[in-house]
């Protein structure tokens, strides 16, 4: 089999201690090891099936190879050059710190080498894709984007919000995932809570595009793969998830990097005409953004989250006192549906069989160049109503159609159609919806307004359709493309043993969800 145009870089697969660092440290196993992405060299390397795998066995802790020559402490501990693990675990012994002549030290030996790699493998090598290779914790920590939040998706692909590659081909690699997997589409996020790092936003569509990947650790990390006390796991997890992965890579290949111009369209039946769609060039698509007013003070949500929490944990006859329930956060979130409404024309001819009663003397009828045979009532019938009774012919023809609807539909952020039951009243709108959303969180679409048109035009197209037509003529228009964003407060709740369940408030219709 020849190899796949892919590249494959794992910059936090490795989990040596640079020697340089002798003397310096303080840090311990286990923190290195939950400061690292475990196990992702296994998950992730598919060796000589691939162009290039590009990796490194120095851990993130020490020289972080996704991170920009400028991300350093104190601005950032998390930089290149950490003073502090992600869950904030010193790395160093106090005082002992790398001061700049080790720290350019390590950058020369352990970072510009990957870098350079990275930069010689796209320019010498025939590619079509690039992959950023992580795992996250299944449960953020603090310092990540989504820090103390609710659990993770099982994979988060990111493309720099569509600046490193196109939004249509990492929607496809989620696909192939999802099928791969065994998992639902809707376990993989898209651009959240990760946006892509530095690799990704470096060499993105400069000039092969890049997606970062991020598997949860979950699907290996749990206990019946893995001992948290020894830090030993069944290696044969690994070899299936890498398995699944190639397989995903595979399917995506195949779906991906073929000349086709020509998009077939085939009828429910076998005999039916084919019709074929000439690919036309991207339209796009303008959207108007609309972001509903909250109808509650954070006082209100305050008092209705203080009422309604200890219900999370009520098990059998027990329901636990409100002071045996700790609101560990409350965070604000925006989550948008997209609204398409467009119209759908066709002028088609069709196959149609209109059936006529004729005299009962009558045998045949003869229509322009055709006859047609009458056939006879059924003997029932004809005992019945005798000699004075109708035959019936059937006449095989051709309709000359043409029809049109309109219609629109309401997808939620994952990309399933949902009902939409808020009412979008000037009085209940934020006036500055960009504005809002710069400054707080929100959720984005796992799809691209591409996708949510195709969705409608199917949708339309399939009610006007009949199974054979011939010349079809076809005239789809979009009428107005909206973004709505509704504003959800999430409670994360701590219970009795540490149980912890989020509750979710929707501030415009002022209820629990």
């Known amino acids: 089999m020849s190899k796949l145009p892919v590249l494959l870089s794992i910059p936090h697969g490795g989990t040596r201690k640079p020697e340089e660092l002798d003397g310096h440290l303080s840090i311990t196993n286990k923190d290195l090891f939950d400061d690292s992405d475990p196990f992702v060299t296994e998950l992730y390397d598919l060796g000589d099936k691939v162009k290039r795998v590009i990796k490194t066995d120095i851990a993130r802790a020490f020289v972080d190879l996704n991170r920009s020559l400028q991300d350093m402490p104190p601005q950032n501990p998390d930089g290149l050059i950490k003073s502090k693990t992600c869950y904030e675990k010193p790395i160093y012994i106090k005082g002992r710190e790398p001061d700049d002549s080790l720290r350019n030290m ?31 914790a299944d449960i953020a920590p603090s310092i990540s984007p989504d820090g103390n939040q609710m659990k993770r998706p099982k994979f988060c692909l990111s493309n720099n919000d569509g600046q490193a590659s196109s939004d249509e081909m990492m929607e496809l690699l ?7 997997f065994g998992i639902e589409r809707k376990d993989i996020s898209l651009n959240e809570p990760f946006h892509g790092g530095h690799i990704t936003k470096m060499y993105g569509n400069n000039p092969i595009p890049w997606i970062q990947i991020e598997m949860n650790r979950d699907l290996y990390l749990s206990g019946e793969w893995f001992d ?3 830090l030993n796991i069944d290696k044969r997890r690994l070899s299936e998830l890498n398995e699944m992965f190639e397989d995903a890579l595979v399917k995506f290949c195949n779906k991906s990097f073929k000349e086709d111009d020509v998009i077939p369209f085939l009828g429910k039946k076998k005999d039916a005409k084919a019709i074929t769609l000439k690919r036309n060039k991207k339209k796009s698509h303008k959207s108007k953004t609309i972001v509903l007013r909250s109808q509650m003070t954070v006082d209100e949500i305050d008092e209705l989250v203080e009422k309604k929490k200890a219900n999370y944990f009520r098990h059998l006859l027990r329901k636990p006192g409100k002071s045996e329930v700790h609101v560990h956060s409350l965070v604000l979130t925006y989550e948008p549906y997209m609204i398409v409404s467009g119209k759908y024309e066709a002028d088609f001819f069709r196959k149609a ?3 006529i009663k004729v ?15 009458v056939s006879a009532k059924s003997s029932v019938l004809g005992k019945i109503e005798g000699k004075h009774g109708k035959n019936h012919v059937d006449l095989e023809l051709e309709e000359h159609v043409w029809s049109e609807q309109e219609e629109e539909i309401t997808i939620d952020h994952h990309g399933e159609e949902r009902d939409f039951s808020y009412k979008v009243h000037a009085n209940i709108q934020e006036n500055y919806p960009k504005r809002i959303l710069e400054k707080n969180n929100k959720k984005d679409f796992e799809f691209t307004k591409e996708d949510a048109i195709q969705k409608l035009n199917d949708k339309l197209r399939e009610r006007q359709i009949d199974f054979e037509v011939r010349d079809l003529n076809e005239k789809f228009t979009i009428n107005e493309i909206l973004e709505v964003y509704i504003p959800i407060y999430e409670a994360r709740l701590v219970g009795p043993k540490k149980k912890v369940e989020i509750m979710r408030v929707d ?6 969800i």
């Open 106 to 136: 390590l950058i020369e030996m352990y970072y510009k080498p990957y870098h350079e790699t990275i930069q010689k493998s796209i320019s010498e090598l025939d590619l079509q894709l690039c992959l950023d290779c992580h795992s996250m």
């Open 174 to 180: 989620a696909s192939c995932l999802s099928e791969s």
């Open 228 to 230: 948290d006390k020894t």
């Open 353 to 355: 069989v209109h059936t």
């Open 359 to 373: 005299d009962n003397k009558v045998k045949e009828v003869v229509l322009q160049e055709g006859m047609f045979p």
């Open 507 to 512: 501030a415009v219709k002022k209820k629990v």
